[in-house]
């Protein structure tokens, strides 16, 4: 029922006043009703292969909304929208018509990244429809987030098709060096640049 209410905002201007806070506690508030569910589904043992389905579809759903959102109000560029927004739209596209071309598909391996990914690309559209932040904090938040979200989604696309396959040494070879680089070096560089890129602006606005 959230969700469906984001759609309804794109017909308009990003209200004023305490109004500009509805189209944020909308999607906060999806979100965390989707943790909630997943969190007591857990606690008394009641996960079920269609509560899984579910909570991917609603997840695209809202992730799609959020972003058309965000672009909407200049919080994030266009270029948002039609790749992480559409990003599993586009993959079931690619899926159908590999099916639909008789060509063969292979489930996906469990991934520890994958879950993660999408729960901070959630965040993140949370945060852009937020009326304190800065547009061009978004900018650059929505592009650091952007480039390992789909870059996993390629990673998957390419699985899925059999065109690479997780468990070749090379493969893991590479994650374990893309792993590293992310968790060690890219953190140090990213702070720095953060750092450069903001303070003008957060000491103007101080």
Do not use: K, N
């Amino acid at each position: 029922m959230l969700i469906a209410q984001l759609p309804g905002y794109l017909l308009f201007p990003w209200p004023d006043g305490w109004q500009a806070w509805l189209p944020a506690l909308t999607f906060t508030l999806s979100l965390v009703a989707d943790y909630v569910d997943g969190f007591l589904a857990r606690r008394v043992d009641r996960v079920t292969g269609l509560g899984e389905a579910l909570d991917v579809e609603f997840d695209g759903q809202g992730l799609l909304a959020a972003t058309a959102l965000a672009v909407h109000y200049g919080q994030l560029p266009p270029i948002y929208f039609l790749t992480v927004g559409c990003a599993r739209y586009i993959y079931l596209l690619v899926s159908w018509a590999a099916r639909r071309l008789a060509r063969p598909v292979h489930p996906l391996p469990p991934s520890t990244t994958r879950r993660a990914l999408a729960g901070v690309t959630m965040e993140l559209a949370s945060a852009a429809l937020w009326p304190i932040v800065p547009a061009v904090m978004m900018t650059l938040a929505g592009g650091i987030i952007a480039v390992p979200f789909l870059a996993g989604f390629v990673r998957d696309g390419l699985i899925h098709l059999g065109w690479m396959d997780a468990e070749s040494q090379g493969y893991l070879a590479a994650r374990r060096a893309l792993v590293r680089i992310a968790t060690v070096l890219l953190p140090p560089i990213l702070r720095v640049s953060v750092v450069v890129l903001l303070g003008p602006l957060l000491a103007s606005a101080a």
